[in-house]
Nanobody
Framework: QVELVESGGGLVQAGGSLRLSCAAS???????VGWFRRAPGKEREFVAA????????YYADSVKGRFTISRDNAKNTVYLQMNSLKPEDTAVYYC????????????????WGQGTQVTVSS
């Protein structure tokens, strides 16, 4: 059994930064870990993903250049550094794990965290 717990969300002004963490208990490697988000009234969408080694990084176009995903396998933790935040980044952010190479599709992820709220004020 794997449990994923997100933390680090909060309220921030536009242009500000937050760092989200995804801590895992149970087996976390050698899985790819992804971050997704769901804004009010919208579908859950892909944000970023990182392979087990950290050698492959994936980003949605909407966050490229602003968000950085990283991981510390010794701590069973994946991070999402979010800079230059915009009001449209407001959403609940989720982390999840997958063994699939299709990292942008939610259906290939088997374990999900409960999410952490990020609110960006204008």
């Amino acid at each position: 059994q794997v449990e994923l717990v997100e933390s680090g969300g909060g309220l921030v002004q536009a242009g500000g930064s937050l760092r989200l963490s995804c801590a895992a208990s149970g087996r976390f490697s050698p899985y790819t870990v992804g971050w997704f988000r769901r804004a009010p009234g919208k579908e859950r969408e892909f944000v970023a993903a990182i392979s087990w080694s950290g050698g492959s990084l994936y980003y949605a176009d909407s966050v490229k250049g602003r968000f950085t995903i990283s991981r510390d396998n010794a701590k069973n933790t994946v991070y999402l550094q979010m800079n230059s935040l915009k009001p449209e980044d407001t959403a609940v952010y989720y982390c999840a794990r997958t063994t699939n190479t299709v990292v942008k599709d939610t259906k290939y992820y088997d374990y999900w965290g409960q999410g952490t709220q990020v609110t960006v004020s204008s």
